[in-house]
């Protein structure tokens, strides 16, 4: 069984809607993932081929679009050839997809409904988008100097936009007094957005 954990030493059960510490600390998860090699290549590709690394308990909980198993490139520079990771080509538009689903699927395991997230335009508009497919209620809190187009795409997704003046510390501040008696679904915060960022390491 899977635990929320901080650097200070606080522990909590994974079902805890909580986002950071007592302290105020950030949280990790304490999950042991076990991967069979053998099995992957019968898997349809995406990220969720790699089931056993990622901390959902049930299938039945998981929101995706299919995302992940995206191109690698090879580009040559002046410096040398490097190998570009493609995730812009996800089925949201944003490159965030990733830890989109995880962290949503997580969302829906613990039976919430409406969450909150604050962004600068790519995180939002990929928690919009798996939102909107598990059937949850998503404010995105955005600068008011947020690109109009990606707004837009926030937007359609069926999010409710809240454009805050000023920096994007701001918008975070606006956002974390929202999240006060909600769900914070953050990308910068929740320990299962980044265990579905990893998997394109294993890609």
């Not at 997230?117 to 508009?125: C, K, T």
Request: proline share 5%; hydrophobic share 35%.
């Amino acid at each position: 069984m899977s635990r929320l954990i901080s650097h200070d030493g606080e522990s909590y059960p994974s079902d805890d809607l909580r986002w950071r510490s007592e302290t105020g600390a950030l949280l990790d998860l304490s999950f042991q993932p076990s991967l069979d090699a053998a099995r992957l290549a019968e898997r349809a590709p995406s990220m969720w081929r790699y089931r056993e690394a990622l901390p959902i308990e049930d299938d039945k909980h998981i929101v995706s679009f299919d995302e992940g198993y995206t191109p690698i490139t090879p580009i040559t520079l002046e410096t040398g050839t490097y190998l570009l990771k493609q995730d812009h080509l996800f089925p949201s538009g944003s490159y965030k997809d990733r830890g989109a689903s995880v962290l949503i699927s997580q969302a829906k395991a613990l039976g919430v409904d409406s969450v909150v997230e604050d962004s600068s335009g790519n995180a939002g508009a990929a928690i919009a988008a798996y939102c909107a497919r598990a059937g949850i209620c998503c404010d995105v809190y955005v600068p008011d100097s947020t690109s109009p187009t990606k707004l837009e795409q926030i937007q359609s997704y069926g999010a409710d936009l809240h454009l805050i003046p000023g920096t994007r510390e701001k918008t975070a501040e606006a956002a974390l007094k929202a999240a006060e008696n909600r769900f914070y679904a953050s990308h910068v915060w929740n320990p299962y957005f980044f265990h579905g960022t990893k998997t394109f390491a294993y890609e």
